[in-house]
């Protein structure tokens, strides 16, 4: 049983580059969620989803886009990356609606932007 | 605005003692959690505590929660080298998105 993987697990960008961070899980969780986790600062929600085509923001949306086409996946975008966008991205994936069941998260993809 | 915020920030114990952090939050909450999280890793749900129970325990485990002080302990008893990570808390509630704490970076020497 996979849970919830990422990919790329690293990727190095230049400034103006774009780039998709794939989430995909297998336990036909509704809702999903894309963190961000910088030092210091904990998990920083980006965006969400509660079913498939659907997307809302978070703490922290700006410089990104999502998609979620199909139920068990959940993709990240980044259409012109910045420096201040070098962190660890978190995808997670919740049986529980509405904010309050247990999150299952992915291993992370490293990003740096030079 | 971080809902939770975990204390200490760092904590060094000797295998064996137990390690106690807590968390502390500013708003009503349906439950808080508490996961943790190795090196490099992703983070493991650890235990749920809903807001109408004072305590959960799972294995060597300990959570209070305290709903009028707004805070929450997690206590690991009889502690391993492989116990070392750092421990998030989370809060949940209906309409409201998970906010996690900065954390508590926890090593156990041996």
């Known amino acids: 049983n996979a849970g919830v993987t990422q990919t790329p697990k690293f990727r190095v960008l230049k400034t103006g580059q774009s780039m998709t961070l794939l989430c995909a899980q297998d336990?036909?969780?509704?809702?999903m969620y894309w963190y961000r986790q910088d030092p210091g600062m904990g998990l920083r929600l980006i965006h969400y989803?509660?079913?498939?085509?659907?997307?809302a923001k978070g703490e922290v949306p700006d410089g990104y886009n999502v998609s979620r086409l199909k139920k068990q996946n959940f993709l990240l975008g980044l259409e012109s990356a910045a420096p201040s966008q070098t962190s660890v991205y978190f995808c997670?994936?919740?049986?529980?609606?509405?904010?309050?069941?247990?999150?299952?998260f992915g291993e992370g993809s490293r990003l740096t932007v030079l | 605005s971080q809902q939770g915020e975990e204390d200490p920030q760092a904590l060094s114990i000797q295998e064996g003692e137990n390690a106690t952090m807590n968390c502390s939050y500013k708003?009503?909450?349906?439950?808080l959690q508490w996961y943790r999280q190795n090196s490099g890793r992703g983070l493991v749900h650890l235990i749920l505590?809903?807001?109408?129970?004072r305590e959960k325990h799972s294995g060597r485990l300990r959570v209070t929660l305290d709903t009028s002080k707004k805070s929450s302990s997690l206590l690991i008893t009889a502690s391993r080298a492989a116990d070392t990570a750092s421990y998030f808390c989370?809060?949940?509630?209906?309409?409201?998105?998970?906010?996690f704490g900065p954390g508590t970076r926890l090593s156990v020497l041996p």
């Open positions: 505590i809903r807001s109408n129970e």
């Open positions: 989370a809060t949940g509630n209906y309409g409201q998105n998970f906010v």
């Open positions: 708003t009503s909450i349906n439950n």
């Open positions: 989803s509660v079913g498939e085509g659907t997307t």
């Open positions: 336990m036909n969780h509704e809702y």
């Open positions: 997670a994936s919740s049986q529980t609606g509405d904010h309050t069941g247990e999150l299952f």
